[in-house]
């Protein structure tokens, strides 16, 4: 019951993006760590390829997915969405940061120091929104479960 509610909000895209930032913050420290080592090549992680593998998790996750054996689709807006059993977590979820090695490109550039911090900058802003939304998220639930107002 608590992991199709928790599944049907936005908690577990908002883990996966809390868990990219914090891969790319890691890479983007080395970046400006080893900037003045001779054949040193800037690497990142492609935020595109992240936010593509995200959407289709997102949208595979939303599908609507038969109710019973009629034929009847339900939403996920329907009650009765959260009464199906779900598979034990959520696979195309889970598959969004399988492997962030798979999205590290090298850049063969010579990028300054200014382009990493602000890079680094524009991580953490993205890192602390999702955290933030997260902690919303982790109230409504609990007012909900406690039935508070």
């Keep these: 019951m608590y ?18 930032a914090q891969a790319r ?13 001779p054949g040193y090549r800037v690497r990142d992680l492609s ?3 992240f936010q593509n593998r995200l959407r289709e998790a997102i949208q595979a996750r939303d599908r609507p997915r038969p109710a019973s054996a009629a034929g009847q689709f ?3 807006g329907d009650p009765a969405y959260l009464q199906k059993p779900t598979p034990k977590g959520d696979v195309k979820m ?5 492997n962030p090695k798979s999205i590290l490109y090298h850049d063969d550039s ?16 993205l890192h602390n929104m999702a955290l933030t939304i997260m902690t919303s998220q982790f109230r409504l639930l609990e007012a909900a479960i406690s039935e508070r107002v």
């Excluded at 908002?14 to 868990?19: I, P």
């Excluded at 913050?25 to 080592?37: K, R, Y």
């Design 3 to 20: 992991e199709s509610l928790f599944n049907s909000t936005a908690i577990p895209a908002l883990e996966q993006v809390v868990g990219f």
């Design 25 to 37: 913050h890691q890479v983007l420290a080395g970046n400006i760590a080893n900037l003045d080592t």
């Design 94 to 98: 889970a598959e969004v940061s399988r």
């Design 74 to 76: 339900v939403s996920p």
């Design 110 to 125: 010579n990028v300054g120091i200014e382009h990493q911090v602000t890079e680094m900058v524009k991580n953490q802003m």
């Design 47 to 49: 935020v595109e390829d």
